[in-house]
DNA sequence: GGGACATATGAACAGATCCTCATACGACAG
DNA sequence: CTGTCGTATGAGGATCTGTTCATATGTCCC
């Protein structure tokens, strides 16, 4: 494989964040990267919630947003608290809290999405 | 489905974004959640590279950095410039480099990933 | 204790994802 | 024009994802 640039790619190689800093990152991005489970971050943004009422929030089946829940707590962006038969769950990660401000801030100009013609 | 806390229910409703503006930045997220697209922007940050730099960066095919490639443009995060027979590519959207920079400026206190125990 | 309730978990399945391989295409050199 | 180079694209396939359904676990009320 040829290279154009081999300076410009040594250049790039040297501020590239190692291996597991990218793949770290990217898994958070992964957690965010779902409809649901970023409602669900985003009811709790103001304070914890009950499963039920996440459930209700979202708009998913309390199955489903258990096993979100689930998966979310395993990455700690959030913490479960038992008050008898319900689980209240809160949002614990301050760097997804601040993604997920800057994303929502800046949803009405930034119309990135939607893909079109080559 | 039951509802424990009712008014607390109908104010996270309030607050929630409007299902388009979830989605689309559930998209934004998911472009950002593959660790070589996250690298190849990363690599853009700097200013645009060839599809063979690029893929010599990232470690991916050409082919792959490619069909990555299409999907990041597909999607207007980046730019194509075409110079003979290279495509150059930059980086097209600010809000994708601020989520960039802001994901990657907070990385070491943020071990929040990782699956773990229950 | 018995039963309903809130949540958790496992299995299984449909759909999405990202790669490779093969091939197509346009640009340049000879 | 022919061949090679850089890139683009399509098909195909292995893997991953997120859901539902069924069931398990622990709590509260009677």
Not at 95 to 117: I, K
């Given at each position: ?15 590239m964040p ?15 990267s ?16 009950c499963v ?38 809160r ?28």
């Open positions: 494989m040829p290279v154009v640039d081999a300076a410009r790619v040594r250049d790039v190689l040297e501020r190692p291996e597991d800093e990218v793949v770290d990152t990217a898994d958070v991005f992964d957690l965010l779902d409809p649901n489970r970023l409602r669900l971050l985003v009811a709790m943004l103001d304070g914890e919630l039920c009422d996440l459930a209700a929030v979202t708009g998913m089946s309390e199955s489903a947003a258990s096993h979100a829940l689930r998966l979310l707590r395993a990455h700690r962006v959030v913490t479960a608290r038992r008050a008898g038969r319900r689980a209240f769950y949002l614990a990660d301050g760097h997804v809290r601040m993604l997920l401000d800057l994303a929502f801030a800046h949803t009405q100009h930034t119309d990135a999405v939607h893909p079109e013609r080559t």
